[in-house]
């Protein structure tokens, strides 16, 4: 295996690992925005587009505090 032969593998190797943490935000952003429409009804296209640009760590702190935010408020507070 050359030298370029291994960049290519390991861009690969890369890709397929940051095309997967993509892929769980999305499902994790996804999830988030079913259990608020279950909870508050259809969210605005704000929460929703704010909810999609979150990261894993945002994402993770709202999914704990839908369990128990009578407001969209709530999950959402600094």
Known sequence: MTGADRLRAEG???GRVE???EGRVEG???V????I????GIPSAQVADT???????QLELW?????T???????FAP
Request: hydrophobic share 40%; net charge positive; proline share 0%.
């Open 12 to 14: 690969r190797v890369e």
């Open 19 to 21: 095309g997967r943490a």
């Open 28 to 30: 994790e952003a996804k």
């Open 32 to 35: 988030l925005i079913r259990q």
């Open 37 to 40: 429409t279950r909870k508050f």
């Open 51 to 57: 909810v999609r640009s979150a990261g894993t760590a």
């Open 63 to 67: 999914a704990d505090r839908i369990l």
């Open 69 to 75: 935010a009578t407001t969209l408020d709530e999950i």
